[in-house]
């Protein structure tokens, strides 16, 4: 399993975290923006099908930190699977600390929604995305 990144720059002169971020989960079909400003990040690789780009009202589209094709194949969405994905994610997670870092970073502005695709609400790469963030800023 990879290493949760380091968010140590985000701690005030006291070593605390000054307003802990708010990061959530949000399928794109069931997206409507709720606060005009929060950060809404797309965290698949494959554009949602039948959504518009305006629709969305997104901050960033982070398709660089989508699992790689051969693991969300493998995957399937397939609950039984479902260990052996996060585990597998997160390696591949942390290879891409810059990214996740920028993502803290909007969290830290402002609440945070990484909108995802998938069906399944509780199997889904944005729950892992944001399980390493929030380890990583608890870390830090």
Request: proline content about 7%; some cysteine.
């Amino acid at each position: 399993m990879g290493e949760a990144p380091c968010f140590a720059h985000f701690l005030d002169e006291k070593g605390d975290m000054p307003d802990q971020p708010r990061i959530r989960v949000q399928r794109v079909y069931d997206s409507t923006p709720t606060l005009a400003r929060e950060a809404r990040v797309l965290v698949d690789r494959i554009w949602p099908r039948g959504v518009g780009k305006a629709t969305l009202n997104l901050d960033r589209w982070a398709k660089d930190l989508a699992p790689s094709t051969e693991l969300r194949r493998w995957f399937a969405h397939d609950p039984k699977k479902w260990p052996g994905f996060q585990s597998r994610y997160r390696a591949e997670l942390a290879e891409k600390t810059p990214a996740l870092k920028e993502l803290a970073e909007m969290a830290r502005d402002r609440p945070l929604v990484l909108l995802y695709a998938a069906r399944d609400d509780e199997h889904n790469q944005a729950v892992v995305i944001k399980d390493v963030l929030e380890e990583g800023i608890r870390n830090s």
